[in-house]
């Protein structure tokens, strides 16, 4: 059918004919031209175009700063050097006498009631228990025996690690879809912190039983929460235009959630979780003296806290293993973030 007045046919019936020919029709062209270009031409053109744009756009992209992980190890060395010249110089200044074989060889000015060998032994002290019996007449070394128990806190720690941050996610996940959940249950979800968990672990102990999972309960009691917290605030992060062109698509709220939401909040999640490494490692050895687990570093610390006053080097042996286990639990966790961040500004 032809227009009045012209002659010619309809655009569209042109275009239809164009493709009926095998040819593609040209967009920009205004008189209604078929283009001189095949269709799987112009769709390998297409795609070629596209690949240069991604070669552009990757080339104009900043480049994402490298790693130095030289830094955070001499600032960490540094600060444990800094502590232990600041120790010494204390005892040295207002501390008791310093004996070699019996004979005071320096006898300091001043008397710092905190400097005394029982409150602050000497650096060299605390090292050289490290490598002595840990009982007399034992061929176990107090090293040796603080790292199996170590071990065996941070089995109990992983435990509560892992369940309290799935808790962590479920809850967050439940409150970002359901707001009624969210204002019934985020107060309770905080006021759970308030309670010192010094006077909640005999409690757990007492209805659980002198055992290992109530060890996992306390620690998982300490992780949830910043996982929690952190999730809530990380799902909620992806840009709002995102969301709607999911939604434009008819995205289920499941795609919506495992395309956009979970992997937008990953850092958040990983920030939660370094908080949490330490802080299961904190409940573990918290429960494990309510909980009677005679293996793990809280019953250790227990056992030489009673023995102070004649081997206070002890208990500072025990503390340094427990402040080096939850630095490497972090540290595993930042190496987890490092992974599954590589590639993206947050890793940095």
């Known amino acids: 059918m032809e227009t009045e007045g012209t002659g010619r046919r309809p655009q569209g019936q042109e275009a239809e004919a164009a493709a009926t020919e095998g040819l593609a029709p040209r967009s920009g062209d205004a008189a209604g031209q078929s283009a001189e270009v095949p269709r799987e031409e112009a769709g390998v053109e297409l795609r070629f175009t596209e690949s240069e744009v991604a070669q552009e756009l990757e080339a104009a992209a900043p480049p994402l700063p490298r790693r130095n992980l030289r830094r955070p190890l001499v600032l960490f060395g540094g600060f444990f050097l800094v502590v232990i010249v600041i120790w010494e110089g204390l005892k040295l200044i207002g501390g008791d006498p310093i004996r070699i074989d019996g004979q005071v060889v320096w006898d300091p000015p001043l008397t710092i009631p905190i400097a005394n060998d029982i409150s602050l032994p000497h650096v060299w002290t605390i090292l050289f228990a490290f490598f002595e019996p840990v009982q007399r007449g034992s061929e176990t070394s107090l090293l040796l025996y603080l790292v199996g128990a170590a071990l065996y806190t941070w089995t109990e720690a992983l435990l509560g690690f892992g369940i309290g941050a799935l808790i962590g996610v479920a809850l967050a996940t439940l409150f970002i879809h359901s707001g009624l959940m969210e204002r019934a249950l985020v107060p309770y979800v905080i006021a759970s912190q308030t309670i010192p968990i010094v006077a909640l672990a005999p409690m757990i102990v007492f209805a659980l039983g002198p055992s290992i999972g109530s060890v996992v309960v306390i620690a998982t009691y300490l992780t949830f929460f910043p996982v929690t917290i952190a999730m809530i605030r990380g799902l909620r992060s992806p840009d709002p235009r995102a969301l709607e062109l999911m939604r434009s698509y008819a995205a289920s709220t499941r795609a919506i959630y495992r395309k956009v939401r979970l992997p937008t909040s990953t850092p958040y999640l990983f920030t939660a979780l370094k908080i949490a490494?330490?802080?299961?490692?904190?409940?573990?050895?918290?429960?494990?003296?309510?909980?009677?687990?005679?293996?793990?570093?809280?019953?250790?610390?227990?056992?030489?806290?009673?023995?102070?006053?004649?081997?206070?080097?002890?208990?500072?042996?025990s503390i340094i293993v427990a402040g080096a286990l939850g630095i490497a639990f972090y540290s595993l966790v930042r190496l987890a973030e490092l992974w599954a961040l590589r590639g993206r500004p947050e890793a940095s």
């Open 277 to 317: 490494a330490t802080a299961s490692i904190v409940g573990a050895i918290i429960g494990e003296g309510p909980g009677g687990i005679p293996n793990g570093l809280g019953r250790a610390i227990i056992n030489f806290n009673q023995y102070y006053v004649t081997a206070p080097e002890r208990l500072w042996a």
